[in-house]
């Protein structure tokens, strides 16, 4: 297992993002695909930089696991902020027109959209995210 | 990311290179306050825009309600991967993409 721990802020997303693409791309993962989990990671880790710690600043560790026979990446994020559960909001409406349109859970609706699995729990004073891709 | 503006008249294109993520889309929003103004037909050519995240629909949006007001706005030259998340999202149909 490969992980990178960082004090959850904006200026650390690259750091996050370079990590995962890095391995990803060790494992030979397709572009489009790692395109897709960046995202996932960016949207997951913008959510515990801006809400998890708010308005101090903690650490956030985000774990990659890889299995074959089917390929597919496993990654964790863990943070130790406040309890929040991002699958319990809300799936925006993405078929309202303009000015009834918020931008309001986007993030975690992109998530969803991008990964085959995921789940969350709350155990030791910690938030766990658990996902899976397969590629 | 880099912004590259070129103006003509009350008609504005703002090329938009690399990655519109969380950390840059502050300072499209940033530029996009000033810039807009007097500006009836914008226009975003995501020709070298690699990657949109959230953050980046977010200004999207905001560029988008304020050009309903007071002219135009289009997207053009999109690439797959921003396609994409346009789709994904419904803003594909909010706006006009060419």
Same mark, same amino acid.
């Given at each position: 297992?490969?992980?990178?721990?960082?004090?959850?802020?904006?200026?650390?997303?690259?750091?996050?993002?370079?990590?995962?693409?890095?391995?990803?791309?060790?494992?030979?993962?397709?572009?489009?695909?790692?395109?897709?989990?960046?995202?996932?990671?960016?949207?997951?880790?913008?959510?515990?930089?801006?809400?998890?710690?708010?308005?101090?600043?903690?650490?956030?560790?985000?774990?990659?696991?890889?299995?074959?026979?089917?390929?597919?990446?496993?990654?964790?994020?863990?943070?130790?902020?406040?309890?929040?559960?991002?699958?319990?909001?809300?799936?925006?409406?993405?078929?309202?027109?303009?000015?009834?349109?918020?931008?309001?859970?986007?993030?975690?609706?992109?998530?969803?959209?991008?990964?085959?699995?995921?789940?969350?729990?709350?155990?030791?004073?910690?938030?766990?995210?658990?996902?899976?891709?397969?590629? | 990311?880099?912004?590259?503006?070129?103006?003509?008249?009350?008609? !504005? =294109?703002?090329?938009?290179? +690399?990655?519109? #993520?969380?950390?840059?889309?502050?300072?499209?929003? /940033?530029? !996009? =306050?000033?810039?807009?103004? +007097?500006?009836? #037909?914008?226009?975003?050519?995501?020709?070298?825009? /690699?990657?949109?995240?959230?953050?980046?629909?977010?200004?999207?949006?905001?560029?988008?309600?304020?050009?309903?007001?007071q002219g135009s706005m289009k997207l053009i030259n999109v690439s797959e991967a921003v396609m994409e998340v346009l789709d994904m999202t419904g803003f594909a149909s909010l706006m006009t993409i060419v």
């Amino acid at each position: 297992m490969e992980k990178i721990t960082v004090d959850a802020t904006i200026e650390n997303l690259q750091n996050v993002i370079d990590f995962a693409a890095e391995q990803l791309e060790n494992r030979d993962c397709p572009m489009k695909t790692s395109m897709q989990l960046q995202l996932v990671i960016e949207e997951i880790f913008v959510n515990i930089s801006s809400y998890a710690y708010h308005p101090e600043i903690g650490p956030a560790t985000f774990c990659m696991e890889f299995e074959e026979n089917p390929t597919a990446v496993l990654m964790t994020f863990i943070d130790g902020g406040k309890p929040y559960n991002p699958l319990e909001k809300e799936d925006p409406d993405t078929t309202l027109d303009i000015d009834e349109r918020d931008i309001g859970g986007l993030g975690i609706f992109l998530v969803k959209k991008n990964v085959d699995e995921i789940s969350y729990e709350y155990a030791d004073g910690k938030n766990i995210l658990h996902m899976k891709r397969f590629f | 990311m880099e912004i590259k503006k070129e103006q003509n008249g009350n008609a !504005l =294109t703002i090329k938009v290179i +690399g990655r519109l #993520d969380a950390g840059s889309a502050p300072e499209l929003s /940033k530029e !996009l =306050t000033t810039a807009l103004n +007097g500006v009836e #037909d914008l226009t975003f050519d995501f020709a070298e825009l /690699k990657y949109i995240a959230s953050a980046g629909l977010r200004v999207l949006l905001v560029a988008q309600k304020r050009m309903n007001k007071q002219g135009s706005m289009k997207l053009i030259n999109v690439s797959e991967a921003v396609m994409e998340v346009l789709d994904m999202t419904g803003f594909a149909s909010l706006m006009t993409i060419v």
